[in-house]
């Protein structure tokens, strides 16, 4: 395997309650494709609380960790959002999830070159978390603090995420625009919840937000990247690539309508790997983000880790 997968069972006990999108089948699901393919996997540990202070407060971090419900309150639900839930078990959950990227991106940068693509299959989700607050589902900004995390290392100047998730990845952008050296880009759709990543608030070759409207599909998205993001991101020149991979802009989600299909996310990895290949030696991490629909999910994830591993 050239793509090194990495989680940890603390994600299926971030119990999000009956009915919640967010649910543990989603991350079971894709435990079962792994084990089907026989793919080897790398068990994530805890992130420091140092590196989660290079994305988000002190504050909010310590006010998250005493949301929790105690572990002698099993069953006890609590939300920290409008749909954003935490159990007993979440606390452990959100920091293997955010250890799982920033493992990722210390073993990808010592990696050679037939080991240098990783996918971090993990829950609680992240990008729409800012500094000071959880939003839609997620709780840390796994994704930024693997980007932070990566330019602590010596030689790696430039970071670049890419988001094809079917939401914008408001907190990503928020956290990107303090931080001059790293890139976001989000193809996203619009009108939809958050609500935000409009063009006229993007900052040339560091912050590019392209909206597509519902039931756009393949040939729109492809060309919000060939046209759009792409020309900006070959000028950032990034040291690492690193992908916030939603699968809910998928035909079959019930979130989101972008009409997408397997190939699109075949398509959009394979075309990320041809520029990290160009300016970072192919280095690649992607974490998982949303998809909702069970079936749509294992499928997509097959296809990207499967055109990771090219």
Request: proline share 5%; net charge negative; charged share 20%.
């Amino acid at each position: 395997m050239k793509t090194r997968i990495y989680t940890h069972p603390s994600g299926l006990q971030h119990d999000t309650g009956p009915g919640h999108p967010e649910s543990s089948a989603r991350l079971q699901t894709l435990l079962d494709l792994f084990a089907e393919q026989d793919w080897p996997l790398t068990e994530a540990p805890e992130t420091e609380l140092a590196w989660l202070y290079r994305v988000h407060q002190k504050d909010y971090v310590m006010a998250l960790e005493l949301a929790i419900p105690e572990n002698d309150q099993e069953n006890e639900l609590r939300y920290v959002d409008a749909d954003t839930v935490v159990c007993s078990g979440s606390w452990e959950a959100a920091l293997t999830a955010a250890g799982a990227v920033c493992q990722a991106v210390d073993d990808v940068l010592s990696a050679d070159d037939q080991h240098n693509r990783a996918f971090c299959a993990i829950r609680p989700p992240g990008h729409h978390a800012g500094p000071m607050n959880a939003e839609g589902f997620c709780l840390f900004n796994n994704i930024m603090i693997g980007a932070r995390h990566a330019l602590s290392h010596d030689k790696i100047d430039r970071v670049a995420v890419i988001d094809f998730d079917v939401h914008h990845g408001n907190g990503s952008d928020e956290i990107t625009r303090a931080h001059d050296n790293i890139f976001y880009a989000s193809t996203h759709q619009f009108p939809l919840y958050p609500g935000t990543g409009l063009p006229e608030d993007n900052v040339e070759n560091r912050v590019v937000n392209v909206p597509l409207f519902a039931k756009s599909g393949a040939a729109e998205f492809r060309a919000a990247y060939t046209d759009i993001v792409f020309p900006q991101l070959e000028s950032f020149a990034p040291d690492l690539l690193m992908i916030s991979a939603g699968f809910d802009a998928h035909q079959d989600d019930p979130v989101g309508g972008l009409n997408l299909i397997e190939d699109d996310y075949r398509w959009i990895t394979e075309e990320l790997a041809k520029i990290a290949d160009k300016h970072c030696g192919g280095k690649i991490v992607s974490a998982l983000e949303g998809g909702y629909d069970l079936n749509a999910l294992k499928s997509s994830v097959f296809a990207h880790i499967e055109a990771l591993n090219k």
